[in-house]
């Protein structure tokens, strides 16, 4: 069995500018929702969202915003890990659902500077770090962990002794304009597994981690350790998930990381607030946990960030570790009903808990059935 | 641990078969239509990208004796599915606000476009149409996607995540997409191959048609030639350029090493690139061609290049 040391964490979200903000604000129950700040409020029915506030003004979104925010995360990692902001020939691998694509609507659109070149990272990443071998994944809402299962399969294969695993997104107007026409009575704030929840709300962010073949004494915190990662798919649906494929994903990470159900003392749920992912999940870790379903905390970021999407899985991770540092874990708010599919479930209410977490479970799903479970162990 | 390929798909004007992309290409003038392939069942409210990507990855899924009458002959599961494509759903996502803005609302936008508006709607399809339920990867890296694609393929079967993959790259024409890369016309096709564990493909007898050996990413094409040659100092017995005859002054090249330029013959072909590349070395080695082959994607104003060397598969 190998495990992977996590030496460096960085992180942007609505709910703060860097990981310690951001797990502080979680624990203390801060949400980061707010009024559209990114798109003409007149033409939607909707008029909230977990919004990065960094726009010069209201209404005034402009270019490359995502790279801006990757960009960001990577370079809080590196610091964080005692490296130089210098990526040549370490792989830098991005999850995203949305990539640059808000910027190539305000190109096609409304007219602003933009190029081919620019809708992927590699660009802005070659321009800030020297990086020359980076890859941008776009595997929807699960984009950064199913980036994490192929950076510590380079670990593993020994193609390289460094690998940064990245999230980020933005909000596309397409995807909130998609989203409006669907939720006609569109929610308030995103409530997973509440049994009043009304869909999703979506989230800006971006995460980064740096893994390590062998930790290094003396450079870089020692957060914790990946496990291992399953990934697969539904092949199902285009967009429902299948609590089988979901199951069958979790058992895969368990069986990477070589533990048990009763092993687990922390899930980090993926919980997006839609009756259909929230339901499939709950099933999934009820048929996975079975008798030991009321073992582990669960618990989840996206009351308070939103659905960040693609950096959601590392973000979580990152909330994850630090919850293993301060043996604390944050709520999930709002959550006033549980729904009938988590009984049983341990889940964190209301207020952070106190709780030592040697080994928690990160989940993230994706459109089109795309699944990947990630299980960490505490840096002790 | 060497993975083999074991199958090819190509949905492109003016080609039938991976020897075709190594002589003098005549691209025809029609367009290639994907119900007259596969039929039309299935491809309602996919995008262009989508209903390419479904014909060729029925080619090469066949073709690697993987799919046929009675579906599919080993467990879906075992598949994995990569796909490269970096502008497959751009004419969904400026067409949605496009429209947005026209009506000042979102109520006349279709909810059939839900799906597209997320990248990785064509490596999903392709996995649902199928029953593909290894891991399932969408690559939209720049010029480089579709040998990455290749790479992470690799990458994924070495460490058992799959016994196989389908590595597909993609693209679609149009106006959005001709106006973002500033080409005349864009390549509006698709290239596959399957790519095998060698165990996976011997229990099956499947014959390789192609060895993947070594990738490489460097930041330039020079750099790359120099790296996928090595220490020995490997002179390729064929190699695949990523374009405008860069790399072609290499000293790694034989003053008579073949070159084979498949960049710009169907206009910007972008992810398709590397893919189509390597069924171009089955191609070579079809026609008793040596090893071994290089293929090269990224020129030095892009981000990074990437070479992937092909090798020669040993007799059967």
Redesign the interface.
Known sequence: MSRWPVTGVGAVASVGDDPDEIFRNLCDGRSGIGTLRGFNR????ADHLYEVDNRASRGADTVGRASALLAEAIGQALRDAGLPEDL?GIPVLIGT???E?RS??L???DGADF???R??F??A??ERFGA?????????CSASL?AL??GI??L??QECDTVVVAGVDVI????F??????QLDPPDRLRPFDRDRKGTVMGEGASAVVLRRTPEPGQGAMYGWVRGVG?????????APDPG?IA?AIREAHTRAGVKPEDVDLVMVHGTGTPLNDAAEATALADVYGQHISGPLMSGVKSMTGHTSGASGVLSLIVALKAMREQRVPPITGLDHPAPETDGFRLVRGEAVPAPVRLAQVDAF?????NAVAVVEAAK | MSTLVTGVGLALPGVRSPEDLLGRIEVSGDAVDPAARIGKKGLKYKDRATQLALCCADEALRDAGLFGADGLSVDGETIAVIVASNYGNVDTVCSVVETIAADGAASGISPMDTPNASSNVIASTLAIKYGLRGPNLMICNGATSGLDAVRWANSLIAAHRADRALVLGVEPDNEIVRRLTGADHVIDGAAAIVLEHPAAAAERGAPGRAVVGASVRTAGVRDCLERLSGPERTVPAAWFGPGADEGLDSAVLGPGTPHHELAGVWGEESAVLGVLQCAGAVGWFAGGGAGPVFALAGRDHDDATAGLALLRPEPV
Request: proline content about 0%; hydrophobic content about 40%.
């Open positions: 007149d033409w939607y029915n040549r659902g949305l990539r694509l190539l609507e190109w096609w659109r190029d081919a070149a809708m992927h590699g660009t990443l070659r020359d071998d980076t890859h941008t994944i776009s595997n929807a199913y299962a192929l399969d380079l593993e294969c596309t107007e397409s995807m304009g998609l989203s409006d026409r669907l990934v697969n798919c539904d092949a199902f649906h285009a967009t494929g069958l994706g459109f089109g059935g795309i």
